[in-house]
């Protein structure tokens, strides 16, 4: 006579433990694509749920994106003013669907038949935010303005968070190629665009020799250890503003031209996530989530998921690469 009882029989015929680990991870990171699909989904969703805050249903968001226009060219200026009065005329409505756009991305990228589609509505949506919600990043401004502290540079989080959101969609396109949309040259040809890009604003918007001290002391908190840690690099940063703005132009400089030749690629890469994490909690304090009010995590963070990207596409060459390595040197004869 069997003496197995029927629990028992039921735990050792189920499933064995983890499987719904294993099916998870098989279905949401298979490998490191779609690792970072699902990594920008869940970002997307985040964006999605912070557009349901209280504060973007209120003035000060209003608020806050009519101060956009303000130092602007006139083109920008307008359309940014002209967009904040849309939306104030149904906040309520349009608010709510600018969420549900998100959420829905966020959902298209974690479903796998609707991957494509959800990144074609992200590329979209893209260009709508940074034009009209983040005004370029602030790109445009020619100016420094609130006490002389930088409105674009990398430690406040230019070029924009949502910006980096097409481009590493792009980068993660599922067609089977590295790269992407954009190839391993092209997705090189980006980072270095990029991180160049914001070497030349260290230069023209350090905000002199205070503007870093400014723009830290301009940053949001809403966490006691946050302030104390931005208040440290804000006084250490006092009256250095030029030396730091030209080290730090430098060494973005060289990260973008050390990627993009494929020269200590990894190492490089590194140190871009190590800069990219100070800036977020120094210079953008994580994005102002911990203090409300906030519309997505900022560039900080987005510059870490782009750096992995690019780490995917280290043991990949281009053709003139991998013909450089093949050929083949004529050792020299020596004689006797």
Sequence with gaps: MSTTTPGVQARATGPPRGSLVA??????????????QTVLGL????DGGLQFQSFMYGKGFIAFLTNLAAGQPQWVSTSVTWGANTLH???????????????AIGVGLLYRPTVKPALLASFGWVLVVWWFGEAFGMLFMATTAMGGAPMASALTGAPGAVLLYALIGAIVWPNGRPGGL???RGARAVWAGLWLYMAYLWLVEAGGAN????AINL??????????VQNWFATAAKGNGFVIAV?????????????????????FLALAV?????????GQGFGGIPQGGATDPNAGLLFVVLAYALYTLVPYRTRTEAIAETKVVPRREVSA
């Design 247 to 267: 080290v730090l132009a430098a060494v973005s400089a060289a990260i973008g031209l050390a990627v993009a030749a494929n020269w200590r690629p990894k190492q």
């Design 274 to 282: 190590g800069l990219s994490l100070l800036y977020w909690v120094v």
């Design 23 to 36: 099916a998870a991870r098989a279905y949401f990171a298979s490998d490191s694509r779609r690792t970072i």
């Design 219 to 228: 940053a949001p908190s809403g966490m006691s250890w946050l302030s104390t």
């Design 43 to 46: 970002l997307w969703l985040l």
């Design 211 to 214: 503007g870093i001290t400014n």
């Design 182 to 184: 954009l190839g391993v």
């Design 89 to 103: 005329s149904d906040q309520l409505l349009f608010n709510t669907l600018f969420a549900l756009v998100q959420v």
